[in-house]
């Protein structure tokens, strides 16, 4: 029982053409960039992984990290709460030129139907949404009183994830707000990619401090000094 | 007729604050909601949730010292104070949709006489980005929206029923404007305060929906802020 | 904003008759004593609170906890997982003398009831049970090719649990598994009662090691040397 | 016909814990199953799980070492292994329900031919109690069931369908009996191995569905563990 590999590339080797890849993050906070660059480096060497559906809250931001592979054309289809943000140029262009397609979802659902992925339950109810065209073709149903609309579970092939720490066995914990997706993201895939900027060689983590049980995760690579996305995007860093 | 200035956003954003309560747990909207917690009266504790998996947070920290990794749904950087708590998104919208948060703030582009809220777009064209909207909206146990009383190009904000794309139905239970703070009941819009520069007759021509009154209506009374 | 108080009786004061109380603990791990004996208390000082609905996994061990609220007769009825241990007589004796209502659910629909209530899920689909007894007239639906089951969610007026830690501000730990049900029924509660063994005056839970955050608790009081469930009922100890 | 002795219920725990590889997350239900963790295949590294929450469990502490907020599914004591956590129910059975174990090892009144389960309770009489028995058996990429091959009344426990009250449909992808392991596909029951003391013939009398063949069938050899 081995997790742990020696690079990015060797981590995230096995995501192919067509995956369905889960990657953490809010804004700059928790993008797995050093995982996500591995990827782009293998598409302009071989042409692949392409034609990839990526789970996150948002579309990229500068030209860095999910940015670069839009960039890059590896993208087919974008799932997300908030492609708009400040330095969302690349998505936009890309989606204004019809070379990706947007699936938007409000943040709560999106979590929710990721979480709904890694329990097993394949649809549940919700207020949010609800009336909206957002909810448009999605079953109703009246609870209480109340009407809801019917969201359904969210799996991906991978996920992608940004740890603080982790032990040999593969339990988690993360840094501050860069939390966000990447628990329910490592429940909800079917192989799931942490890097870590420290994996513990002797010991573990306090058992009481684990935040991702190592049960969700498969594989860990250490990425001693990680980028973090928010500044690299001020440094208008191009990758 | 021309568009009675009225409050500030900033004098809105004062006049929200005032009434929520000590101890109370809260959500601000990215954009004019956030100033809410610059008029936090002396003497409140108010815990501040943002959606990104953070309750507690305190004021920016200074420029330059940034923690990229500790930052608000607006991707803005915060601080914490003590009693904070870091969890993640499924968490963090079980607390929204759940209803456990007190108070919600938003803004608006269009609040309907029934409670419904325009919010996330204001039409079909470019990119659209709804965020926590959605969710926010069914996310406290009471949300209020703050908004100017009329659009730029002089359009009723309060309306009979949104034309915008809805973020949600029947959810706003108060509305503070640039001109009123507005209650949402069976009967429609119930007028609670009105700036004394403005007349009920120029306020009910500024607003697309009957505005009732049901008891006594006072003055909106808001310090200077300048 | 003061969340503390001085006594289980003041924290516990506000339930009254045909209140539904979620209660946390599995076996004896977990099991708020000294909250659940303020109201044995209370009931036979006063003949109240009596009725009440009873949401736990088990059905009461030896003749303490939930037990001895049985033996009293304030408990109309108790939705459980295993009301069937080793030491469940007076359960047992209860129900079949017709005494006390049971609504059994599996443990992990339980579990996920109480998280969807907790969560504003107000119903959610879920294999377990599918084609069983306990799935008996409730709503069915076909995804994906397999069937489930549609299960409803479950909230309480009160939820009782025993932290290891709080802080001023509701934060809550507990201790190895005695978490078990704790932190989703502080979720399903409208009003959660904790009792910890230290309440942090100074300072506050590390903000990353936090299990329940603030906002799903509303009193917390100090219980400094808490007993243990297992521990009285090996003992045969009374209540 | 007299009941054939086969294997001791220590032995067909044994059987079963071979073939649980290293590096798998694995539930062990309550009872017999719980001998599989001793059978643990030299080299291997499994990871156990229980329902109240724990990943990563090992032997029982000594007597009178006992901590009682450590315990199992069956509220027995237990110790923790490096590489534990703790987490609470809603995740304890996210890892159940969303397929994350690799391994669930059930007891069993009743197996069908479809790979039904009964093993919850023997009719209506008594205090029902369910525990996490619904939710294990579709909770692991593979769950199989341990049990005696035949009742003790005689009766066959490998069936057509059950007559017991159902646990799971189809759900039940190997059984391990005292005379046989068995594997359950699209055809029914398909034997694998066949304890040396009994014939075919004799192992289908005491099987209450057909028993196929599909390939080799070998010897169940297990040690004395005397």
Redesign the interface.
């Known amino acids: 029982m081995r997790k742990q590999v020696g690079s990015v590339g060797e981590a995230t080797a096995s995501i192919n053409d067509g995956s369905r890849v889960l990657i953490g993050g809010f804004g700059g906070s928790g993008a797995p960039i050093e995982l996500i660059h591995s990827l782009v480096d293998r598409f302009r060497n071989t042409g692949s992984p392409t034609d990839l559906i990526i789970i996150n809250n948002n579309a990229g931001n500068g030209r860095v990290g999910i940015a670069a592979m839009i960039a890059a054309g590896m993208v087919k289809k974008i799932i997300c709460s908030f492609p708009r943000s400040s330095n969302a140029d690349v998505f936009n262009s890309a989606y204004a030129a019809n070379q990706i397609e947007l699936e938007l979802v409000p943040q709560g659902t999106l979590a929710e139907r990721i979480r709904a992925g890694g329990a097993g339950i394949p649809a549940f109810f919700t207020k949010t949404g609800y009336g909206t065209e957002l909810a448009d073709g999605k079953p109703t149903a009246c609870f209480d009183g109340d009407m809801y609309v019917q969201e359904r579970w969210l799996k991906g092939d991978f996920a992608l994830v940004k740890a603080q720490t982790a032990d040999r066995f593969g339990n988690l914990t993360y840094r501050f707000a860069a939390r966000n997706f990447a628990p329910i993201m490592c429940m909800a895939a079917s192989r799931t990619i942490a890097q870590a900027k420290d994996v513990l060689t002797d010991g573990s983590i306090h058992p009481e401090h684990v935040i991702t049980p190592s049960i969700f995760v498969d594989t860990i690579v250490e990425v001693a000094a990680p980028e973090q996305e928010e500044v690299l995007v001020r440094e208008e860093r191009v990758y | 007729m021309a568009i009675p200035s009225g409050l500030s956003g900033p004098q809105i954003a004062w006049r929200a604050a005032q009434d929520i309560p ?2 109370a ?1 809260v959500n601000l909207g990215i954009g004019l909601p956030e100033w809410v917690a610059r008029f936090q009266p002396e003497g409140r ?1 108010v ?1 501040y ?8 947070f305190g004021d920016a920290p200074k420029e330059g010292e940034e ?5 608000n749904a607006g ?1 803005k950087a915060i601080t ?1 104070k ?20 007190d108070v919600a703030v938003l803004g608006a582009y269009q609040v309907s006489e029934k409670g ?1 809220l325009a919010n996330w777009r204001l039409g079909s064209k ?10 926010l909206v ?2 406290a146990k009471r949300v209020v929206a703050i908004t100017d009383h009329v659009a730029k190009n002089g359009a009723p904000k309060l309306v009979g029923s949104c034309t915008f ?5 029947n959810c706003i239970s108060r509305v503070y404007t640039s001109l009123a703070v507005v209650d949402i009941d069976p009967k429609g819009f119930v007028l609670r305060e009105k700036h004394a520069a403005v007349s009920l007759e120029t306020l009910q021509s500024f607003t697309g929906a009957p505005m009732h009154i049901d008891g006594a209506v006072t003055d909106l009374i808001v310090p200077d802020l300048a």
Chains 1, 3 share one sequence.
Request: hydrophobic letters at 40%; glycine letters at 18%.
């Open positions: 000590d101890g747990y504790q815990v949730h943002t959606e990104n998996g953070v309750l507690g923690d990229w990794d500790l930052i991707k914490i003590p009693g904070a708590a870091f969890f993640d998104h499924s968490d963090s919208f079980a607390m929204v949709r759940g209803g456990h948060l419904d470019g990119v659209p980005a709804v965020g926590g909207a959605m969710d069914h996310g794309p809805l973020t949600g139905l």
